[in-house]
């Protein structure tokens, strides 16, 4: 694997808010990422969602770059959220969250007047199987450190059951080897 260009990404939400402590939320950008396995060239081997962030090992297909997935999968998923934020009467947080994303969306030129995503992905080149190995660990006990579940596989929002040889939420994971 080593010999793959394989990225470990970052990325939260503005201000880190807890938007997706709501399944609705989590459905969009699960189904993004779903969307992207299948027609965008990402090809994902281990992830974890967070209240507020994500983490992802990933590679592309060959030409693709990571980071055109990567702008379309958070273009398309602050879209439907913000959408799904302005309709939702459930959702008791709108009156605070809006302004706040509307405001990050307005101070920056690259945005439309809206904002859910942290501009950077802070990737990491992971250039040998002790890292890759490394970074994996770390991820899928982000949600155990985080005080959420004892055991890396009771987070649903992860790779971890798929590491397991249970079936997890992306069925087009490519899991990775020697782990």
Known sequence: ??????????????????????ERYRMIVLDSLRHCCQHKGLQLHAWVMMTNHMHLIMTTADGVLPA???RDHKRFTSEEIHKDLKLFKGESRKEWMLPLFQQAGTTNSANRGFQLWQQHNHPIFLTSLKVILQKLNYLHLNPVR???VDLPEQWRYSSARDYLGEEGLIPELMLLEGR
Do not use: E
Not at 4 to 16: E, R
């Open 68 to 70: 055109n997935i990567l």
């Open 1 to 22: 694997m080593a010999d793959i260009p394989m990225h470990f990404v970052t990325y939260a939400t503005v201000g880190w808010v807890d938007i997706f402590s709501r």
């Open 146 to 148: 985080s005080g959420f």
